[in-house]
C-alpha cells in the first residue's frame, strides 16, 4: 500500500480534485481508500436511530453493518485523537491510500491551489509538499499539474505516494 496527502485552503478544490481522482484510478485497476481530517465536531449517523441511541448511551464502539456496507463507529470519550500511522492500520489493504487533511503529518502532499481563492501556497513552507495542481501558473522547480488534467493529476499521485511503512516511520520519528 502506498499514500499521498492532498493539501490546501479550503475551498481550493482538494475533494473535488479527489472526486474526479477516484473513478479513474478505478477505471485503472488501482484500488483507492480515503482518510479525510474533519476540523470539527462531525457525525455520520443519524441522531434518534438505534446506532447513535447505542453511542449515545455510552457504547465505545457500534458496527453497523447491511448487505451494502458496513461502518464502524469509534467513539473517543476524551482520548486524543488518533494519528495517521493508527488510522491507516485499521485500513483493508488498498494500493493507494489518499489523505485529505492531516497537514501537519510528515508524509509526502500535492498541493491543490485555486488562484480565485487568493490565498498563498502553502509549499515554499511545508517541506511535505512534492507537487502542486493548480489553475494557475505557478514558480517552482515541484512538478506542476492543472486541476483539470486528471489524468496528469493521477500520474502526478501515483509518483509521489510513498509505501505506508514510510510515512508511518516519519510520523513516529517526528513524536
Do not use: Y
Not at 483493508?92 to 487533511?101: A, H, Q
Not at 501556497?121 to 507537487?131: E, R
Not at 517552482?140 to 516511520?169: F, K
Request: proline share 6%; hydrophobic share 45%; glycine share 6%.
Amino acid at each position: 500500500m502506498k499514500v499521498i496527502g492532498l493539501a490546501g485552503w479550503s475551498g481550493a478544490g482538494k475533494t473535488t480534485l479527489l472526486t474526479r481522482l477516484i473513478p479513474h484510478f478505478n477505471a485503472q485497476g488501482v484500488r483507492v481508500s480515503v482518510i479525510k481530517h474533519a476540523h470539527h465536531r462531525f457525525d455520520v449517523d443519524v441522531p434518534g436511530k438505534d446506532s447513535w441511541r447505542h453511542r449515545e448511551a455510552g457504547a465505545a464502539e457500534v458496527l453497523v453493518a447491511s448487505s451494502n456496507r458496513w461502518a464502524l463507529m469509534h467513539e473517543l470519550r476524551g482520548a486524543p485523537e488518533p494519528r495517521l500511522p493508527e488510522l491507516l492500520s485499521k485500513l483493508s489493504s488498498v494500493d493507494l491510500v489518499v489523505v485529505e487533511g492531516f497537514k501537519r503529518e510528515p508524509h509526502r502532499k500535492i498541493e491543490v491551489h485555486r488562484s480565485a481563492n487568493d490565498k498563498p501556497l502553502l509549499f515554499p513552507d511545508d517541506p511535505g509538499i512534492v507537487g502542486v495542481a493548480t489553475d494557475a501558473a505557478v514558480e517552482t522547480r515541484l512538478p506542476t499539474v492543472h486541476l483539470d488534467d486528471i489524468q496528469a493529476a493521477a500520474a502526478l499521485l501515483l509518483r509521489a505516494a510513498m509505501p505506508i511503512e514510510e510515512a508511518v516511520a516519519r510520523s513516529v520519528a517526528m513524536r
